[in-house]
């Protein structure tokens, strides 16, 4: 079992820059890759972007993916000695309020939607403020 815990989620205004951090624990050998994902209010849950976890599990392939809508403006990077991924989101908008997710998968492979990723956090909140 992989165990993930979110934090950095908070009020900002628009043009503004957050750090969001998912700390991984427990079996976390078994991840190939983690994501952040996001859900607006009334709005369904969507990939963010993702990143390989361990490249030796992927024959040094880094993966990394990021949806259209945060392209130039959010990164995400891993720490593996602090077992630690991160998304820096720069350039806020107030279109990118939602509770962000970190999730992560355990089977070989690429994951856009929900179902592909069997590990997430409880979220955490972002709001920007016009």
């Known amino acids: 079992q992989v165990q993930l815990t979110e934090s950095g989620g908070a009020m900002v205004q628009s043009g503004g820059s957050l750090r969001l951090s998912c700390a991984l624990s427990?079996?976390?050998?078994?991840?190939?890759?983690m994501a952040w994902f996001r859900q607006a209010p009334g709005k369904e849950r969507e990939i963010v972007a993702y990143?390989?976890?361990?490249?030796?599990?992927?024959?040094?392939?880094?993966?990394?993916y990021y949806s259209d809508f945060v392209t130039g403006r959010f990164t995400i990077s891993r720490d593996n000695a602090k077992n630690t991924v991160y998304l820096q989101m720069n350039s806020l908008k107030p279109e990118d309020t939602a509770v962000y997710y970190c999730?992560?998968?355990?089977?070989?492979?690429?994951?856009?939607?929900?179902?592909?990723?069997?590990?997430w956090g409880q979220g955490t909140q972002v709001t920007v403020s016009s």
């Open positions: 990143k390989t976890w361990d490249i030796e599990k992927t024959s040094y392939t880094d993966n990394t």
């Open positions: 427990g079996h976390t050998s078994s991840i190939y890759l």
């Open positions: 999730a992560g998968r355990d089977v070989y492979g690429l994951g856009y939607d929900v179902d592909e990723y069997y590990y």
